[in-house]
């Protein structure tokens, strides 16, 4: 069977940037809640009588969209696939003891990042809005500015990584995502790994990882 991969880390430690090699390397799928909401952000969840009527209104906010829409996505993702790398999925105790019903974990990994590092990560970070492929405006320029090198896309800044969004999406991940790294790590089963190396060096170490524990 395929690894089941839990990738954790604030927002701006390399989560998206490591997935997308796992998906290469292992053949996984990559499952991430924060794609899939930006895919639906408008979609309608006015029946369920919460604070507000469409995903894309806690995103904008940098606040966490509730368990009950994001759990939904997750199961029906995880059961589709055979192998996954799990992204941005469990932000809080709650949803870790969903995930911990619905399916089990070969490796769980942890991208360890300061967070002026991660405010200068997300504020100069660019997605191509064709394959999103991403970018950095200075530490991973495209080679013509505003276009994709991969596919020719324009480039675009996502709406909550400004300096505001992202220091509050910082605070968010410090008071609901780091009781759930501590979890995994009381259960002993967290990998730590520096993610302030170069995206080279980070990458040895979460294939190694990967290759030690699933
Ligand atoms: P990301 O792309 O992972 O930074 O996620 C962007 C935004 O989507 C977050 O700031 C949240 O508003 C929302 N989001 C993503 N994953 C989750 C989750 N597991 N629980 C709640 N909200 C989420």
């Known amino acids: 069977m395929d690894p089941h991969i839990l990738i954790l880390g604030a927002p701006g430690a390399g989560k998206g940037t490591q997935s997308d090699r796992i998906v290469s390397e292992f053949g996984v799928e990559h499952v991430t809640t924060g794609d899939a909401l930006r895919s639906n952000k408008e979609m309608d969840i006015g029946h369920l009588d919460l604070e507000y009527d469409t995903p894309g209104e806690y995103m904008d906010r940098g606040e966490l969209v509730p368990d009950v829409v994001v759990n939904e996505i997750v199961d029906k993702a995880l059961s589709e696939a055979d192998g996954y790398v799990l992204d941005g999925y469990p932000r809080n105790l709650e949803q870790a003891e969903t995930l911990s019903e619905m399916t089990d974990l070969d490796a769980v990994l942890y991208l360890d990042v300061d967070e002026d590092v991660l405010v200068d990560r997300l504020t100069g970070r660019r997605v191509c809005e064709e394959c999103g492929a991403t970018y950095h405006v200075d530490f991973n320029p495209p080679e013509e500015e505003g276009v994709c090198d991969e596919c020719g896309g324009d480039l675009y800044q996502r709406e909550d990584d400004t300096e505001e969004t992202a220091r509050e999406r910082i605070r968010v991940y410090e008071e609901n995502t780091q009781p759930v790294v501590e979890f995994y790590d009381d ?25 030690a524990n699933a």
């Open 187 to 211: 259960e002993g089963r967290l990998v730590r790994i520096d993610g302030e190396q170069t995206p080279d060096e980070v990458w040895d170490d979460v294939r190694d990882a990967i290759e």
